[in-house]
């Protein structure tokens, strides 16, 4: 089928887990893909990674929380791939602690990254977009949106993604653009590795646990979310738009 939009992908968060993961899978989708995070030398090695690999990538350092940081990487990608149409707003952080203990910066410091980043990211993307009149905007949540001890700020933040989500959806869906969010559970990464030291447990005693409790009795890996990312950008997802997909190996309320 030929297609008129660009195919141009930006993930971001994509220095390691699953945005590295998604970004891996979108450029073996054909996809040229830009590799956003806060670590320059992890992104500009994965894009390294894909160019050896036949595809076409780059890798851009920012901070996401930064308006003009922002601009000036989606102008980048704009000129140096051509212009996005794919938005994976991955990039997240977190700052555990419950709530009598939690500071005003870890509060700050967690919604900047997950909810401005990912509308600043999405506002300077859109343009593109709704000139194609074509695009796919998938953002990351979580399974915490739905409540987690000491992650009051992180299940904020996934939360208030799933709202920004369905109203991106009813705003740009008549240009040609849908907007998915994706709900992980659990997922070994580097992120769930550090919350199994700070509690002094061993990760893979820390996973065996946690896929007790999972009905498909594994742990999700990065490949599992790139995967589901991979669905939600494709043309047969068209009518797809404003959902959140848990993808935890088992039903969530």
Same mark, same amino acid.
């Given at each position: 089928m030929?297609?008129?939009?660009?195919?141009?992908?930006i993930?971001?968060?994509a220095?390691?887990?699953?945005?590295a993961?998604?970004?891996?899978k979108?450029?073996?989708d054909?996809?040229?893909?830009?590799?956003?995070?806060?670590?320059? +030398?992890?992104?500009?090695?994965?894009?390294?990674?894909?160019?050896?690999?036949?595809?076409r990538?780059?890798?851009?350092?920012?901070?996401?929380?930064?308006? +003009?940081?922002? +601009?000036?990487a989606?102008?980048?990608?704009?000129?140096?791939?051509g212009?996005?149409?794919?938005?994976?707003?991955n990039?997240g952080?977190?700052?555990?602690?419950?709530?009598?203990k939690?500071t005003?910066?870890?509060?700050?410091?967690v919604?900047?990254?997950?909810?401005?980043?990912?509308?600043?990211?999405?506002r300077?993307?859109q343009?593109?977009?709704? +000139?194609?009149?074509?695009?796919?905007?998938?953002?990351?949540s979580?399974?915490?949106?739905?409540?987690n001890?000491?992650?009051?700020?992180?299940?904020?933040?996934?939360?208030g993604?799933q709202?920004f989500?369905?109203?991106?959806?009813?705003?740009?869906g008549?240009?040609?653009?849908t907007?998915?969010?994706?709900?992980?559970?659990?997922?070994?990464?580097?992120?769930?590795?550090?919350?199994a030291?700070?509690?002094?447990v061993?990760?893979?005693?820390?996973?065996?646990?946690?896929?007790k409790?999972?009905?498909?009795?594994?742990?999700?890996t990065?490949?599992?979310?790139a995967?589901?990312?991979?669905?939600?950008?494709?043309e047969?997802?068209?009518?797809?738009?404003?959902q959140?997909?848990?993808?935890?190996?088992g039903?969530?309320?």
């Amino acid at each position: 089928m030929t297609e008129s939009h660009s195919r141009v992908a930006i993930v971001t968060g994509a220095g390691r887990g699953i945005g590295a993961a998604v970004a891996r899978k979108l450029a073996s989708d054909g996809f040229a893909v830009a590799l956003l995070d806060l670590n320059e +030398e992890s992104v500009k090695q994965g894009a390294e990674d894909i160019v050896s690999a036949g595809g076409r990538a780059i890798g851009v350092a920012l901070d996401v929380s930064n308006a +003009e940081q922002v +601009e000036a990487a989606v102008a980048r990608v704009a000129e140096e791939l051509g212009a996005p149409t794919v938005l994976v707003n991955n990039a997240g952080i977190t700052r555990d602690n419950l709530i009598f203990k939690m500071t005003e910066q870890d509060w700050d410091s967690v919604l900047g990254v997950h909810l401005k980043g990912s509308f600043l990211m999405t506002r300077a993307a859109q343009k593109y977009m709704t +000139e194609q009149r074509w695009g796919r905007i998938v953002n990351l949540s979580s399974t915490s949106a739905l409540g987690n001890r000491g992650q009051v700020n992180y299940s904020a933040a996934k939360a208030g993604m799933q709202g920004f989500t369905k109203t991106l959806a009813i705003e740009l869906g008549k240009f040609g653009i849908t907007a998915n969010a994706i709900a992980p559970g659990f997922i070994e990464t580097d992120m769930t590795a550090a919350t199994a030291e700070r509690l002094g447990v061993p990760f893979e005693d820390f996973k065996a646990f946690a896929a007790k409790e999972i009905p498909v009795q594994r742990t999700g890996t990065p490949d599992d979310i790139a995967h589901t990312v991979s669905f939600l950008v494709s043309e047969g997802a068209g009518f797809v738009s404003g959902q959140v997909i848990y993808v935890a190996g088992g039903p969530k309320d």
